[in-house]
């Protein structure tokens, strides 16, 4: 590896961990045995793409935000209009097979530390129930948490009415919500992301066609698939957003990162769902 200037790489060295920057550099190696990189290859190079995956898990952390207090909005939404405003105290609503007493003894965990102003509100003018109603309790889950929630509803109706909001199946809606709160650990613990295969992946929509012509099939474990999910999520809850124009300009000028080791196809912007046509449900 050329280290034009010393300095600089001892900067980088000296506030980043060599053994995490090291993982950056694989990529450029050409023989790992003997820790020999491809000629041409500099120091910079590998900064460079440090600081790409740096800028992508923020970016990626953003669309995720979104979803998830949108899905927070829905899923407390529709429990509350169908099963009343407590609806998440009544264990019938949930799956046998749903770990209900750890997801409850979380909730109240959570409650217990939160310094947030409704959760007092509620405890200083209300003595019974206990608990806050849903819409206020769905606000301390974690992505995590959430993920449990909503797949752990008993009818594949309630699941179905919150996925119809965002136009996909609510086999689709539930794993992605699985995958995400992989993704998002990796993110909040400033993982490697750009060339990371999760271990989970998200069920591949077939409906709407439109998007499933957007995603790459042939590598499915591959961030791409979870870029094309989180845009047509954006599309649904930020209409008009530039989120997709960010990426865009964030691949433009990183261009030395290998966007193939991420699973972007060969003509991946004239796929429909970064060519701008509307995907919408039956499409």
Same mark, same amino acid.
């Given at each position: 590896m050329r280290v034009p200037d010393r300095d600089y790489a001892h900067h980088y060295l000296t506030h980043l961990n060599y053994y995490r920057?090291?993982?950056y550099w694989l990529s450029f190696e050409s023989d790992h045995h003997t820790h020999t990189f491809s000629s041409g290859t500099h120091f910079d190079d590998v900064v460079s793409l440090y600081v790409f995956d740096r800028e992508l898990r923020l970016l990626v952390m953003d669309a995720i935000e979104r979803l998830e $207090?949108?899905?927070?909005?829905?899923?407390?939404y529709h429990l509350a209009y169908e099963h009343g405003p407590h609806a998440y105290l009544d264990q019938s609503v949930f799956k046998s097979s749903f770990n209900y007493a750890r997801c409850i003894s979380h909730v109240e965990e959570e409650l217990g530390r939160s310094k947030? $102003?409704?959760v007092? !509100? #509620?405890?200083?003018? #209300?003595?019974e129930p206990q608990l806050p109603p849903i819409w206020a309790v769905v606000e301390v889950m974690s992505l995590g948490q959430l993920s449990k929630w909503v797949s752990g509803l008993t009818r594949g109706k309630d699941r179905q009415a919150i996925a119809a @909001? #965002?136009? @996909?199946d609510e086999v689709v809606l539930t794993s992605f919500l699985h995958h995400l709160t992989i993704v998002r650990n990796i993110c909040a613990? !400033?993982?490697?992301l750009w060339n990371r295969r999760v271990g989970f992946q998200?069920? @591949?929509?077939?409906?709407?066609k439109l998007l499933n012509q957007s995603l790459n099939l042939q590598q499915p474990k591959q961030l791409y698939n979870t870029l094309v999910l989180l845009q047509h999520f954006m599309n649904v809850i930020s209409p008009g957003h530039h989120w997709q124009a960010r990426l865009v300009e964030l691949l433009k000028k990183h261009s030395i990162v290998n966007i193939e080791a991420m699973g972007f196809p060969k003509g991946w912007q004239d796929r429909p769902i970064w060519a701008g046509i509307r995907i919408i449900k039956g499409r």
């Open positions: 920057l090291g993982a $207090v949108s899905i927070r909005t829905q899923w407390a947030e $102003v409704f007092s !509100h #509620y405890r200083e003018k #209300y003595t @909001i #965002y136009e @996909i613990h !400033h993982g490697r998200a069920r @591949i929509p077939k409906k709407p």
